[in-house]
């Protein structure tokens, strides 16, 4: 459809914001319904099928003509890159009904494999655009719509006391409520035996009370005497009409913890730091704005990237911030090892003395690092210093715990990386609790 790409035509941008808490099934669709003046004022909808019309391996995405006339268009189906950029893309022409396709990508490539380039700030952007089958539009037009599917998030710190003394039929539940009106939305309580194998063993029972939870992210940290982490675990809850309860099995026995009780146990508590994040279907639609006459420099980019020439810049600091993520990561010319007890890490000593004093000092002065090239870590672990090492090439720190922060907190401090530090010093106060 090159040909086309000259020709003026309508494009439709649309952002879906929070699209992991997404809970449509498998046949079920987010959908938008736009206008073309241009083309006799006809209605068409797109149709996001997050787990697939027919398999749920797939993405499907789909363009309906909603009125009954025949307007035949030629179109394009796409998904953008945070910088405008075409990820995946079907083009087809002679249209008058549908366009589109239930494989049009693999649903693990989007949400997960390559998930910071289809899904920047858990925001998916899908593009439709159109063209006339015969004739030429007056004018480009650019239309920007949004979809939010919102979300509510709450943190809290969970006692179940006496745990030793705790039986198979008591509970301790937890009561989360909405917000906005005080009204009851779930409880998690603990089980000592599994409903449905009853076996033996520690359960956490999420009962959905009113039907309204769609969707669920839980993330729970046990933590033992000294308030520190075990394990973060974390787990997605797809709800359905007819299933208001699920199951989280945990990773130990009551038995083993009572056996490290002066540890696991102070007080007789069992305690965990727990986020709820979910979904209750609400959702959030606007046309955001309209452009008209783009003119002849319309390409393969929406307007609204030629238009705000900070959009060049911050492509260009992307660009530069994967290359130096493919420098740290493919070890490219590195001239520094950094050891910690079950972990060697490649990285360049101008780099890091670049972004560290005390690197800086160490491998200006004739220390021991400088001709050994190696520098042994003894205090950090190897996850923190290879966190603290992917922040100093890339300034990023991604889907880590509190105590990962904890951790990266006093790797920061110990070499003076101060906007790491100051990074981390925010996210711990803004996540503290009186507890």
Not at 96 to 120: E, H, Q, W
Not at 153 to 165: G, H, K
Not at 204 to 233: A, Q, W
Not at 408 to 419: G, N, P
Request: glycine content about 2%; proline content about 2%.
């Amino acid at each position: 459809m090159s040909a086309h790409i000259k020709r003026n035509c309508f494009t439709f941008t649309w952002n879906i914001e929070n699209i992991s808490y997404c809970w449509q099934k498998t046949g079920e669709e987010i959908s938008i319904i736009f206008v073309v003046k241009a083309l006799e004022e006809t209605k068409y909808k797109l149709n996001l099928y997050p787990r697939g019309l027919l398999d749920d391996n797939y993405i499907s995405f789909y363009l309906h003509n909603q009125d009954a006339t025949n307007m035949m268009i030629n179109c394009e189906l796409a998904f953008l890159s945070k910088q405008g950029s075409i990820l995946a893309s079907i083009e087809e022409e002679n249209v008058t009904d549908m366009a589109g396709s239930d494989k049009f990508k693999v649903r693990n490539d989007v949400f997960v494999l390559n998930r910071s380039i289809y899904l920047p700030e858990d925001k998916l952007t899908a593009r439709c655009r159109i063209w006339k089958r015969h004739g030429q539009m007056i004018e480009d037009v650019q239309c920007f719509a949004r979809t939010r599917i919102c979300i509510e998030r709450e943190s809290f710190l969970w006692n179940i006391r006496n745990f030793s003394r705790l039986q198979a039929e008591d509970q301790s539940p937890h009561t989360i409520r909405s917000v906005l009106d005080n009204e009851i939305l779930m409880t998690l309580d603990i089980s000592l035996k599994n409903p449905y194998t009853e076996e033996d063993s520690i359960n956490i029972r999420i009962v959905d009370e009113n039907s309204k939870i769609k969707y669920l992210v839980l993330h729970l940290t046990p933590l033992n005497g000294f308030g520190c982490e075990i394990k973060c675990i974390k787990k997605e809850f797809l709800f359905c009409e007819n299933i208001k309860i699920k199951l989280l099995s945990l990773p130990f026995s009551k038995i083993g913890l009572i056996s490290k009780k002066d540890v696991c146990l102070p007080h007789d508590a069992l305690s965990f730091r727990c986020e709820c994040i979910f979904s209750t279907g609400t959702v959030f639609k606007e046309i955001e704005r309209v452009v008209y006459g783009c003119g002849n420099i319309l390409t393969s980019e929406p307007c609204n990237h030629r238009l705000d020439n900070s959009n060049t810049a911050l492509a260009s600091k992307n660009v530069l911030i994967q290359n130096l993520n493919s420098l740290f990561h493919d070890n490219i010319l590195s001239d520094i090892k950094l050891k910690t007890g079950t972990k060697t890490c490649f990285a360049h000593k101008n780099i890091l003395s670049v972004r560290s004093p005390v690197f800086k000092v160490m491998f200006s002065n004739n220390m021991l690092e400088t001709f050994n090239d190696s520098v042994h870590i003894e205090d950090l672990d190897s996850d923190t210093v290879y966190r603290m090492l992917q922040y100093i090439y890339t300034a990023e720190i991604k889907d880590i715990t509190w105590e990962d922060y904890c951790k990266l907190y006093r790797a920061a401090d110990k070499y003076e990386i101060l906007a790491l530090r100051n990074e981390c010093s925010a996210y711990l106060k803004s996540n503290l609790c009186p507890t």
